[in-house]
């Protein structure tokens, strides 16, 4: 098989993880890693620009929509299900094989509850507990509408709580993930790979296509102050927000009509020991009605360089930014004669988005912390601080010409026509899935190839392509096997 030159763009989750799968499956091709920052995973990946949690969708209530006729539709939260279930395996793999170590650096275990308000909420937490719980992946769950029950799960929020209207549903087996120390991990396997080059304080400037349908990449190096060019057979994007202004500079034809929405966010965090110890969960609500599912509140336990934290949010805000350490001129540097129509279309669309945005900028503390009674009644204002979070970038895309300027709120990947670019676009639930992301580039990419490496993938990700919900011997297997290595069991 000749080999190949790879090059990744952005030194996050995503690219670690897709570079350690290739090395895994090729020894001998070449990888390239740029990365604008000084060090990995400083924007999207960092353990303080994201919830940290290990989406499978056991308390994320935006993954079992209700559909018109009142029934729950259970179709996304199985797919995000088996999608952790692979790259814990992965995850494992790795440990097994000692490229990387002491797993309780980058996962623990965390009881994952859903915590919602009101009659209409408890009933929705009602149906969509009956349509999960026949499934072996969550027929663990527990659900309760009584306090006593959800003050031992969480004491924390029903102390001081007047409101009885509530309920609840709990799993154990959930987790909490510094997807960044993770992500170091794996580059720091890759650095001893004398295939692999990662090279920092490297920003993409350019990219194009040369006649033999190589990429030609433009890279300032900073650390160096000199300018470089680099060829590639393959070039994958996973810059986080700035994934979408790179895919421009391709200039194929899917960066055509194409556009983002950059949104900021915060958290407010407690390290008090004496409230920390009161919530021993991450505990998601209902997003409000009429907002987008990014708006969700949750009330987290976090394990942060060394410490356990709560953070509660998310508290959102529009800015014109790409990235955390980006420009004010990003937004408006990524307007194109090819791109206005979708954006103006967006902004006609989205007129309930953006005043939510602006009403979230004006929040004061004082008003942060009154979201935060929802869930904890006794939260006082001195014990709580706000962190400025990652940024986000929804997609903005025309579906059809009769439908333009269509915000996505997902993960979705850009594939060139080629299949010598992919870019990784989007959020959640991104990290908790990128070694389904990572897998599906390789796969719609190199399928001649995959399918010589299938039977080796099939090896350290043994649930690959199969609904566990189906083959409840290998769920047990793989619980198992994770639980194992990952040192999962509380």
Known sequence: MTNKKVVLIGAGIVSATLATLIRKVEPEWEI???????????????VWNNAGTGHEALCELNYTPEQADGTINVEKAVEIYNDFQVSKQFWSELVKENNISQPSEFINPLPHMSFVHGEKNKAFLSKRYHALRDLPAFEKMEYTEDGETIKEWSSILMKDREEKEVAATKMDGGTDVNFGALAKKMLAFLEKDPNTTIQYNSEVTATEQNKDEQWEVHV???????????SADFLFIGAGGHSIPLLQKTKIKQSKHLGGFPISGEFLYCDDPEIVKQHHAKAYGKEPEGTPPMTVPHLDKRYVDGKEVLLFGPFAAIGPKFLKKGSNMDFFKHIKVNNIGTLLAAGAKNIPLIKYSIEQILMSKKDKVEELRRFVPSAEMEDWDVVVAGKRVQVIKDVSKFNRGVIHFGTEVINS?????????????????????????LKTNFPTQFKQWEPNIKKMIPSYGVDLNEDVNLLEEVRELTNKYLELKS
Do not use: C, Q, Y
């Not at 390239?32 to 960092?46: K, L, P, Q, V, Y």
């Not at 300032?220 to 680099?230: C, P, S, V």
């Open 220 to 230: 300032r190096n900073d650390a160096a102050n000199t300018l470089e060019n680099h």
């Open 417 to 441: 026509d080629d299949h010598t670019l992919s870019a990784l676009l989007g959020e959640s639930p991104g990290a908790s899935t990128s070694v389904t992301v990572a897998l599906e580039v």
């Open 32 to 46: 390239t890693i740029f990365e604008r920052r000084g060090d990995a995973s400083e924007e999207s990946s960092n």
